[in-house]
């Protein structure tokens, strides 16, 4: 079986705007983070975007922007990430067992790349990506400079470059 480090978009991988993110001017890649994905494969494991794009959804940008922004993300990062899964559904419009904090996207992603969740990871900032590592087994890494934590990850980590050495030191 393959170990995996799961890892959210949106302020683990790029900047967190507050709003959404889809214009390719706007699409900015976090410090650290090419590097970060570097380490992960050279630790063996894969790396996997797990992403909720609910903007689809609510018509604010299309599948097409997003793919475009995901392009720019797999040629900084030397094209090292494995796979990226995203969910365009939003509860307002239709409810998905895809959309964080629910696992069909870990669940897709296991059975593809026979993936062990006891020796994986899931990297996120918010709680939901938090629950959703936690369901299925993974050990999770909160991204957050903020003490007040609502709820409990295994680890916290300023970036995802901490996050990945703290990782491969365990």
Known sequence: MNKCIFLDRDGVINVE???YTFLPEDFSIIEGVPEAIVKIKE????????TNQAGITKGIYTREQMH?????LMEKTHNLIDKIYYSPYH??????????????????AM???????????FIGDRKGDIEC???MGLKTVLISDDNTVECNP???A????????????N
């Not at 996050?163 to 030191?169: F, P, R, S, T």
Request: aromatic share 8%; glycine share 4%; with cysteine.
């Open 154 to 156: 295994n680890f916290t």
């Open 111 to 121: 059975a593809k790349f026979d993936i062990d969740p006891k020796s994986s990871w």
């Open 43 to 50: 630790a063996g494991y894969l790396a996997v975007v797990i």
């Open 158 to 169: 300023k970036n995802l470059l901490s996050a990945v050495e703290m990782i491969i030191k």
């Open 133 to 135: 590592g936690q369901k």
């Open 91 to 108: 509860p307002s419009f239709s409810e998905s067992l895809s959309r964080k904090p629910e696992t069909l996207m870990i669940e897709k």
């Open 68 to 72: 475009v922004c995901h392009e720019i």
């Open 17 to 19: 705007r507050g709003d």
